[in-house]
Protein backbone atom coordinates (compact mmCIF):
# COMPACT_ATOMS: atom_id res chain seq x y z
CA UNK A 1 0.00 0.00 0.00
CA UNK A 2 1.25 3.65 -0.86
CA UNK A 3 0.45 6.62 0.93
CA UNK A 4 -1.47 9.32 -1.00
CA UNK A 5 0.62 12.58 -1.12
CA UNK A 6 -0.80 15.12 0.65
CA UNK A 7 -0.29 18.95 -0.54
CA UNK A 8 0.36 21.38 1.59
CA UNK A 9 -2.88 23.33 2.57
CA UNK A 10 -2.99 27.21 1.11
CA UNK A 11 -3.07 29.87 4.37
CA UNK A 12 -6.89 30.76 4.40
CA UNK A 13 -7.86 34.32 3.85
CA UNK A 14 -8.43 36.62 6.01
CA UNK A 15 -10.53 39.78 5.11
CA UNK A 16 -9.65 43.11 6.58
CA UNK A 17 -10.64 46.79 6.33
CA UNK A 18 -8.51 49.73 4.88
CA UNK A 19 -9.26 52.87 5.33
CA UNK A 20 -7.79 56.04 2.64
CA UNK A 21 -7.75 58.93 2.45
CA UNK A 22 -8.31 60.75 -0.51
CA UNK A 23 -8.28 64.21 -1.77
CA UNK A 24 -9.74 65.41 -5.23
CA UNK A 25 -10.22 68.25 -7.56
CA UNK A 26 -14.53 68.47 -7.68
CA UNK A 27 -14.53 70.36 -11.19
CA UNK A 28 -14.73 67.32 -13.93
CA UNK A 29 -17.04 64.82 -11.87
CA UNK A 30 -20.29 64.14 -11.19
CA UNK A 31 -19.97 64.00 -7.69
CA UNK A 32 -19.03 61.68 -4.93
CA UNK A 33 -21.57 59.38 -5.69
CA UNK A 34 -20.91 56.78 -8.14
CA UNK A 35 -23.48 56.81 -11.50
CA UNK A 36 -24.75 54.80 -14.09
CA UNK A 37 -22.15 57.01 -16.20
CA UNK A 38 -18.93 56.30 -14.71
CA UNK A 39 -18.42 60.00 -14.02
CA UNK A 40 -18.35 60.24 -10.31
CA UNK A 41 -15.69 60.76 -7.96
CA UNK A 42 -16.37 57.17 -6.20
CA UNK A 43 -16.26 55.25 -9.72
CA UNK A 44 -12.94 56.20 -10.61
CA UNK A 45 -11.56 55.67 -7.20
CA UNK A 46 -13.18 51.81 -7.43
CA UNK A 47 -12.32 51.31 -11.39
CA UNK A 48 -8.51 52.27 -9.93
CA UNK A 49 -8.77 50.02 -7.30
CA UNK A 50 -9.63 47.05 -10.06
CA UNK A 51 -7.09 47.96 -12.05
CA UNK A 52 -4.80 47.90 -8.77
CA UNK A 53 -6.05 44.71 -7.49
CA UNK A 54 -7.37 42.59 -9.92
CA UNK A 55 -11.07 42.25 -8.54
CA UNK A 56 -14.10 44.54 -7.65
CA UNK A 57 -14.00 46.35 -4.54
CA UNK A 58 -16.58 48.63 -3.42
CA UNK A 59 -15.51 51.72 -0.89
CA UNK A 60 -17.95 53.28 1.92
CA UNK A 61 -17.03 57.38 2.06
CA UNK A 62 -17.45 59.49 5.31
CA UNK A 63 -19.24 62.10 3.60
CA UNK A 64 -20.61 62.77 0.30
CA UNK A 65 -20.03 65.84 -2.11
CA UNK A 66 -21.90 67.61 -5.00
CA UNK A 67 -20.83 68.11 -8.23
CA UNK A 68 -18.09 71.00 -7.84
CA UNK A 69 -17.02 70.63 -4.76
CA UNK A 70 -13.84 69.28 -3.75
CA UNK A 71 -12.26 66.85 -1.35
CA UNK A 72 -9.28 67.92 0.42
CA UNK A 73 -9.75 64.90 3.52
CA UNK A 74 -12.25 62.66 2.39
CA UNK A 75 -12.34 58.99 4.02
CA UNK A 76 -13.08 55.86 2.79
CA UNK A 77 -12.83 52.18 3.97
CA UNK A 78 -13.09 49.05 1.97
CA UNK A 79 -12.88 45.34 2.82
CA UNK A 80 -10.87 42.83 1.07
CA UNK A 81 -8.38 39.89 1.43
CA UNK A 82 -5.73 41.11 -0.90
CA UNK A 83 -2.94 41.49 1.59
CA UNK A 84 -0.60 44.43 0.18
CA UNK A 85 1.99 46.70 1.96
CA UNK A 86 -0.05 50.24 2.93
CA UNK A 87 2.45 52.32 0.58
CA UNK A 88 1.48 49.92 -2.35
CA UNK A 89 -1.98 50.54 -1.62
CA UNK A 90 -1.43 54.14 -2.14
CA UNK A 91 0.97 53.91 -5.32
CA UNK A 92 -0.73 50.86 -7.00
CA UNK A 93 -4.05 53.17 -6.56
CA UNK A 94 -2.48 56.48 -8.09
CA UNK A 95 -1.10 54.96 -10.93
CA UNK A 96 -4.53 54.04 -12.20
CA UNK A 97 -6.23 57.68 -11.20
CA UNK A 98 -6.90 61.01 -12.93
CA UNK A 99 -4.16 63.52 -12.04
CA UNK A 100 -7.38 65.15 -10.36
CA UNK A 101 -7.60 62.52 -7.35
CA UNK A 102 -4.98 60.91 -5.31
CA UNK A 103 -4.82 58.45 -2.55
CA UNK A 104 -3.18 60.50 0.21
CA UNK A 105 -2.41 57.17 2.61
CA UNK A 106 -3.72 53.68 3.42
CA UNK A 107 -4.37 52.28 6.99
CA UNK A 108 -5.28 48.96 8.04
CA UNK A 109 -8.04 49.37 10.47
CA UNK A 110 -10.32 47.06 13.22
CA UNK A 111 -13.23 45.63 11.02
CA UNK A 112 -15.69 47.67 13.65
CA UNK A 113 -14.26 51.04 12.09
CA UNK A 114 -17.23 52.52 9.49
CA UNK A 115 -16.04 55.25 7.10
CA UNK A 116 -19.20 57.24 7.90
CA UNK A 117 -20.60 56.21 11.34
CA UNK A 118 -17.49 56.31 13.05
CA UNK A 119 -16.54 60.32 12.18
CA UNK A 120 -17.24 62.24 15.27
CA UNK A 121 -17.10 65.70 13.27
CA UNK A 122 -16.91 66.91 9.22
CA UNK A 123 -15.07 69.79 8.84
CA UNK A 124 -16.16 72.32 5.66
CA UNK A 125 -14.65 75.16 4.39
CA UNK A 126 -15.83 77.49 1.34
CA UNK A 127 -13.73 80.13 0.11
CA UNK A 128 -14.63 83.00 -1.60
CA UNK A 129 -13.22 85.40 -3.29
CA UNK A 130 -14.88 88.93 -2.55
CA UNK A 131 -13.91 91.45 -5.43
CA UNK A 132 -14.89 93.49 -8.17
CA UNK A 133 -13.88 90.84 -10.88
CA UNK A 134 -13.89 86.91 -10.89
CA UNK A 135 -10.33 85.65 -11.05
CA UNK A 136 -9.66 83.27 -14.26
CA UNK A 137 -6.55 81.52 -12.26
CA UNK A 138 -9.03 79.99 -9.87
CA UNK A 139 -12.25 79.47 -11.33
CA UNK A 140 -13.77 76.48 -10.13
CA UNK A 141 -11.32 76.57 -7.11
CA UNK A 142 -13.33 79.42 -5.02
CA UNK A 143 -16.62 81.36 -5.29
CA UNK A 144 -16.91 84.64 -6.08
CA UNK A 145 -19.00 87.72 -4.51
CA UNK A 146 -18.24 91.28 -6.28
CA UNK A 147 -19.28 93.45 -3.83
CA UNK A 148 -17.69 94.72 -0.46
CA UNK A 149 -19.52 92.25 2.12
CA UNK A 150 -19.42 93.50 5.98
CA UNK A 151 -17.03 90.89 7.43
CA UNK A 152 -18.09 91.41 11.44
CA UNK A 153 -22.19 91.45 10.62
CA UNK A 154 -21.79 87.75 8.97
CA UNK A 155 -19.86 86.99 11.82
CA UNK A 156 -22.54 87.54 14.35
CA UNK A 157 -25.30 86.53 12.80
CA UNK A 158 -23.42 83.04 11.94
CA UNK A 159 -23.31 82.71 15.78
CA UNK A 160 -26.81 81.45 15.76
CA UNK A 161 -25.90 78.68 13.64
CA UNK A 162 -23.87 77.04 16.42
CA UNK A 163 -25.22 74.34 19.07
CA UNK A 164 -28.47 71.58 18.23
CA UNK A 165 -31.28 72.73 15.51
CA UNK A 166 -33.47 72.48 13.29
CA UNK A 167 -31.50 73.47 9.32
CA UNK A 168 -34.59 72.75 6.88
CA UNK A 169 -34.44 76.49 6.30
CA UNK A 170 -31.40 75.91 4.93
CA UNK A 171 -32.18 72.29 3.26
CA UNK A 172 -32.35 71.28 -0.07
CA UNK A 173 -35.97 70.27 -1.79
CA UNK A 174 -34.18 67.11 -2.38
CA UNK A 175 -32.40 66.33 1.09
CA UNK A 176 -33.16 62.56 1.83
CA UNK A 177 -31.48 62.84 5.24
CA UNK A 178 -34.08 61.23 8.34
CA UNK A 179 -34.34 64.81 10.37
CA UNK A 180 -33.42 68.42 9.99
CA UNK A 181 -32.24 68.76 13.17
CA UNK A 182 -27.77 68.87 13.18
CA UNK A 183 -25.40 70.17 15.08
CA UNK A 184 -23.08 72.73 14.31
CA UNK A 185 -19.90 72.81 16.72
CA UNK A 186 -17.77 75.53 15.82
CA UNK A 187 -18.79 78.18 13.25
CA UNK A 188 -16.20 80.79 11.56
CA UNK A 189 -16.31 83.70 9.26
CA UNK A 190 -12.41 85.09 8.56
CA UNK A 191 -10.47 86.76 6.08
CA UNK A 192 -7.45 87.39 3.84
CA UNK A 193 -6.17 90.45 1.59
CA UNK A 194 -3.41 89.19 -0.52
CA UNK A 195 -1.31 90.75 -2.76
CA UNK A 196 0.59 93.96 -3.47
CA UNK A 197 -0.75 96.94 -5.82
CA UNK A 198 -3.68 94.74 -6.66
CA UNK A 199 -4.97 93.03 -3.34
CA UNK A 200 -7.60 90.47 -3.47
CA UNK A 201 -9.98 89.89 -0.62
CA UNK A 202 -10.94 86.32 0.54
CA UNK A 203 -13.41 85.29 2.61
CA UNK A 204 -12.96 81.91 4.43
CA UNK A 205 -16.50 80.28 6.00
CA UNK A 206 -15.68 77.60 8.21
CA UNK A 207 -17.90 74.75 9.70
CA UNK A 208 -17.57 71.51 11.82
CA UNK A 209 -20.35 69.40 12.89
CA UNK A 210 -21.80 65.80 13.15
CA UNK A 211 -23.55 66.17 9.93
CA UNK A 212 -24.85 68.47 7.35
CA UNK A 213 -28.44 68.75 4.93
CA UNK A 214 -27.79 68.42 1.05
CA UNK A 215 -26.59 71.88 0.24
CA UNK A 216 -26.95 73.14 3.70
CA UNK A 217 -23.85 74.91 3.70
CA UNK A 218 -24.09 76.62 -0.07
CA UNK A 219 -27.76 77.75 1.46
CA UNK A 220 -26.05 79.17 4.45
CA UNK A 221 -23.22 80.42 2.93
CA UNK A 222 -25.55 82.42 0.34
CA UNK A 223 -27.79 83.53 3.34
CA UNK A 224 -24.61 85.09 5.24
CA UNK A 225 -23.48 86.81 2.27
CA UNK A 226 -26.60 88.66 1.99
CA UNK A 227 -26.24 89.66 5.32
CA UNK A 228 -22.70 90.82 4.75
CA UNK A 229 -23.63 92.73 1.54
CA UNK A 230 -26.79 94.23 3.66
CA UNK A 231 -29.82 92.87 1.58
CA UNK A 232 -30.97 90.85 5.18
CA UNK A 233 -30.37 92.52 8.70
CA UNK A 234 -29.72 90.46 11.68
CA UNK A 235 -33.49 90.24 13.07
CA UNK A 236 -34.08 89.09 8.97
CA UNK A 237 -31.58 85.96 9.29
CA UNK A 238 -33.09 85.03 12.27
CA UNK A 239 -36.62 85.13 11.53
CA UNK A 240 -35.71 82.95 8.23
CA UNK A 241 -34.06 80.23 10.39
CA UNK A 242 -36.61 80.32 12.89
CA UNK A 243 -39.28 80.32 10.62
CA UNK A 244 -37.50 76.83 8.61
CA UNK A 245 -39.07 77.84 5.56
CA UNK A 246 -36.20 77.03 2.43
CA UNK A 247 -37.82 79.57 0.32
CA UNK A 248 -37.62 82.41 2.32
CA UNK A 249 -33.30 82.19 2.56
CA UNK A 250 -30.85 83.12 0.03
CA UNK A 251 -30.33 81.10 -3.29
CA UNK A 252 -27.90 78.24 -2.73
CA UNK A 253 -24.33 79.83 -3.81
CA UNK A 254 -21.71 77.84 -6.17
CA UNK A 255 -20.35 74.93 -5.39
CA UNK A 256 -16.87 76.12 -6.54
CA UNK A 257 -15.61 77.08 -2.96
CA UNK A 258 -16.37 74.17 -1.25
CA UNK A 259 -14.27 72.06 0.58
CA UNK A 260 -14.69 68.82 2.38
CA UNK A 261 -11.49 69.66 4.98
CA UNK A 262 -11.27 67.18 7.81
CA UNK A 263 -13.03 64.02 9.13
CA UNK A 264 -12.59 63.47 13.09
CA UNK A 265 -12.39 60.07 14.45
CA UNK A 266 -11.67 58.22 17.74
CA UNK A 267 -7.77 58.69 18.33
CA UNK A 268 -7.93 54.95 18.91
CA UNK A 269 -7.98 54.19 15.24
CA UNK A 270 -4.61 55.66 14.71
CA UNK A 271 -5.29 57.18 11.19
CA UNK A 272 -3.04 59.65 9.53
CA UNK A 273 -3.86 63.38 9.76
CA UNK A 274 -3.34 65.17 6.59
CA UNK A 275 -3.66 69.22 6.93
CA UNK A 276 -5.79 70.37 3.24
CA UNK A 277 -3.37 71.24 0.50
CA UNK A 278 -5.29 74.08 -0.77
CA UNK A 279 -2.57 76.75 -2.28
CA UNK A 280 -4.23 79.41 -0.75
CA UNK A 281 -5.78 80.86 2.44
CA UNK A 282 -6.49 77.68 4.32
Known amino acids: MFAHA????????????LALGIEYHGNGFCGWQS?????????????????????????VCAGRTDTGVHGLAQVVHLDTEIDRDERAWVRGTNANLPPTIRVLWAKNVPMDFHARFSARSRTYHYLLLN?????????????????????????????????????????????????????????????????GTNPQRFIKFSFRGNAF????????????IYVGAG?????????????????????????DGLYLAAIEYDQLFSLPVVAGRVPFFV
Open 131 to 195: DPTASALMAGLVGWFHAPLDLCAMREVAKMLVGEHDFSAFRAAECQAKTPVKSLYEVDVSSLVVG
Open 213 to 224: LHHMIRNIVGSL
Open 6 to 17: TLPLEPAKVLQR
Open 35 to 59: QPSGCAVQDHLERALRLFVGSPLSV
Open 231 to 255: RHSRDDFETIFESRDRTRAAPTFAP
